[in-house]
């Protein structure tokens, strides 16, 4: 297991899913990319309320973070040609949305510049 933080966007929407056992999670899939400008897959799943309830909120093409365990995988296009891509069990999720409310209670400005 490699302990991971992932930016990038979601690719679709997320949805939601119950296990065998009623337990609900949420599935996602988030396009990201390295310093060369590469692209990866990142295959998420959510088990946490919280996580599962940022994942849900957002619409395809919104930009977010992700923390949590990775696992490096290869799939093979339809040229034949190996991709590289990961799955991930998120344990946190961020997103503007999520740093605009930590600012409004903090009583911070949204305008302030970085």
């Known amino acids: 297991m490699i302990d991971g933080l992932i930016a990038g966007r979601l690719m679709g929407d997320a949805s939601r899913r119950t296990d065998k056992m009623g337990r609900p999670y ?19 799943i959510a088990f946490d309320d919280a996580a599962c309830t940022a994942l849900l909120a957002l619409a395809d093409g919104e930009a977010l973070s ?43 400005s949204n305008t302030d510049s970085f």
């Open 66 to 108: 992700l923390s949590g365990s990775l696992t490096p995988k290869v799939w093979t296009d339809k040229q034949g040609i190996a991709r590289p891509s990961l799955d991930m069990v998120a344990a946190q999720v961020l997103t503007a949305y999520h740093l605009g409310r930590k600012q409004s209670a903090m009583g911070e």
């Open 26 to 44: 949420a599935v996602a899939r988030v396009l990201a990319r390295n310093k060369a400008d590469e692209e990866f897959i990142v295959n998420v």
